[in-house]
């Protein structure tokens, strides 16, 4: 009963927002009309700096620490009333730590080698989700407002080790499970290229504050997608690891049961030289489990390409300005380097929705109603429906419509055909991929959408949920702005445990098409 209704629902879902779709999005476009170019100007070049380079001139006494956390801080303060994408901070210990650091470099004669701290003095920040002690740790839940965290997430003490100082927690949409950042504890996030348009989720606010020039590296968490669409809208770096590489804990909330198979942690960067560092670092004793990179040789690499997902009744066309930006990397990877880039197509892409809730749902996990509601009082969602449209709830619709859909899952017989198609499917694409290939395809169907939009596209996000489902490594690229002046990109996948090979590719793609751009 339950998988009929949920058959029914997903049905009549996807009829209304094709047949809605066009007048609310008039809608949207009444209630968020564009305004470009609304984050204040860069004044400072250390703002213009890749991390390791800072880090390189901190060590050879050619620049403080100090100066360029008290400049991230000014940036941050100029940048958030736009954007609105800082949660909590730590600016005056951050202050603190750089002080002590110079003078121990300048003063004591202490050696940091760049081997062990690639990152020395650096700031840097992180999604809500993770804790940072002392930090309100509430993933964006209105009754976790007093949660202070204790200790710090095990990936933010992997960074501090090797010589970054975190500022401070940045916004996520309601329990990290939706692709726009907005709650009813922060507010919304916004692009720093459009205010009007979305900067992506959960791992939003970090990707806009990164895209607004306002942090230079930082830290996200992806389960269908929570790393890549923000790093997509903002016109960033980031790369999701291969499961099982890099630590989850010390995020709430934590994927248990087979959704630890969906969940990964990773590197978010402005510039594509620190994503290989960052990754090295967040992933620690596990790297051995990564592939070693078997070439640099652009020419002995085997690459693969696909536009959009082979026909899904549920997610947005690709749109033209991507597929054209899509075969701009074809015809320099052919023109430069004299490869072939195969066009292919996989006919189970389609069914990327169907793999990834297979996956989902079949996992013991506890019921988000549960989640987002107060300890031992689950949110009752038809409740908080009505609660909502008189404005008087205190959660997102995004939220409360999954807690209203959770207990409507796939049949057994379903769950069982999805998960078959997606073991043959990974398969199918490690055999392809082997160690020197990778495959171009498309982050999102569509550049950031406006505030609330989404709704009208709930079936977007799998472009980059199937690769969790599937667990291969994916680094999201930059490719210039669109002509309405948003971030464009594309996703590279590599085999698993192939993740080198991706983020190489990256940065040939970030030398030849610019990477990030000055919103």
Known sequence: MASTSRKIIRNFLTFLSFLLRPLLNLMFAFAYPARRKAVPPIENDLLLTPATELADRIRAKKLRSFDVVQTYINRILAVNPYINSITDNRFGDALEEAKALDKSIREDGQSYPKEKYPFLGVPFTAKEAFAMKGLVHASGIVYRKDVRATKNAPVIDMMIQVGGIPLGLTNVSEACMWYESANRLYGRSRNPYDLSRIPGGSSGGEACLLGSAGSVIGIGSDIGGSLRNPSFYNGIFCHKPTIGIV??????????????????????????????????????????????????????????????????????????????????????????????????????????????????????????????????????????????????????????????????????????????????????????????????????????????????????????????ALGLPSTACPLGLSPAGLPTGLQVIGKQYNDWLPIHVTEELSRAFGGWVIP
Not at 303 to 313: A, K, N, P, V
Not at 324 to 344: F, M, P, Q, S, W
Request: charged content about 25%; aromatic content about 10%; overall charge positive.
């Open 247 to 468: 630590p989850n804990t010390g995020q709430f909330p934590d994927a248990v049961d087979k959704q630890a198979l969906l969940l990964v942690t990773g590197p978010m960067c402005r510039y594509a030289v620190d994503v290989a560092p960052m990754f090295r670092v967040l992933a620690g004793k596990n790297i051995d489990k990564v592939i070693p990179l078997k070439t640099t040789d652009y020419r002995s690499i085997k690459y693969f390409y696909m536009q959009d997902d082979g026909g899904s009744l549920l997610a947005s066309n690709v749109a033209p300005e991507l597929k054209k930006k899509h075969l701009d990397v074809v015809n320099y990877l052919e023109r430069t380097h004299g490869v072939t880039v195969k066009r292919i197509t996989l006919s189970k892409m389609k069914y990327s929705m169907e793999m990834w809730t297979a996956l989902m749902e079949s996992s013991k996990s506890p019921a988000f109603s549960s989640i987002i509601g107060k300890p031992n009082e689950p949110v009752r969602a038809l409740r908080e429906l009505l609660k909502w449209i008189f404005r008087r709830s205190l959660h997102t619709l995004p939220a409360i419509g999954l807690a209203l859909v959770e207990e409507m899952k796939m049949s057994k017989k379903d769950t069982d055909v999805f998960i078959s198609m997606l073991d043959a499917f990974r398969e199918e694409l490690n055999t392809m991929l082997g160690d020197d290939g990778v495959l171009f395809y498309p982050t999102m169907p569509r550049c950031a959408p406006r505030h609330n939009e989404p709704l009208t596209r709930i079936f977007d996000f799998p472009y980059c949920g199937i690769f969790n």
